[in-house]
């Protein structure tokens, strides 16, 4: 299974100022969050004080989001590579549990820097 496509700061963007600049909500429907979504929908974007925050901080909402979907799916290829790993080991194909045990290794270390660069971020 691929990672998801990542979204475009661009794309949200033009939501943003398409969405009455964000009152609308169609930049947090894009980047997933339907909750404040809708919020933001039945509310004006949070009597635009809201709106207003995510213009000027949508550039980190994307790249959070991005971050985000790309460690659910190195979890995901993660659990995935554990359990062919299991399956080579119970049939004593020990070279090929070999190889899933470095490509395991690979995913624990992309998943730690991924963790690591959401710590990093300044919100």
């Known amino acids: 299974m691929n990672p998801p496509a990542p979204k475009s700061t661009r794309l949200?963007?033009?939501?943003?100022?398409?969405?009455?600049?964000?009152?609308?909500?169609?930049?947090?429907?894009?980047?997933?969050?339907?909750?404040?979504?809708?919020?933001?929908?039945?509310?004006?974007?949070?009597?635009g004080l809201g709106a207003?925050?995510?213009?000027?901080?949508?550039?980190?909402?994307?790249?959070?989001?991005?971050?985000?979907?790309?460690?659910?799916a190195a979890r995901r290829r993660l659990k995935e590579v554990?359990?062919?790993?299991?399956?080579?080991v119970d049939a004593q194909r020990f070279e090929e549990a070999a190889g899933q045990r470095d490509l395991e290794v690979e995913l624990e270390r992309k998943i730690g820097r991924l963790q690591e660069s959401l710590k990093e971020d300044p919100f």
């Open 12 to 47: 949200a963007y033009l939501l943003w100022a398409v969405g009455v600049f964000g009152c609308l909500g169609l930049h947090r429907f894009y980047l997933g969050k339907r909750k404040t979504g809708f919020i933001w929908l039945g509310t004006a974007g949070v009597l």
């Open 52 to 72: 207003l925050a995510d213009g000027l901080l949508l550039k980190w909402l994307v790249r959070r989001h991005n971050r985000l979907a790309a460690l659910r």
């Open 82 to 88: 554990k359990a062919q790993k299991q399956q080579y």
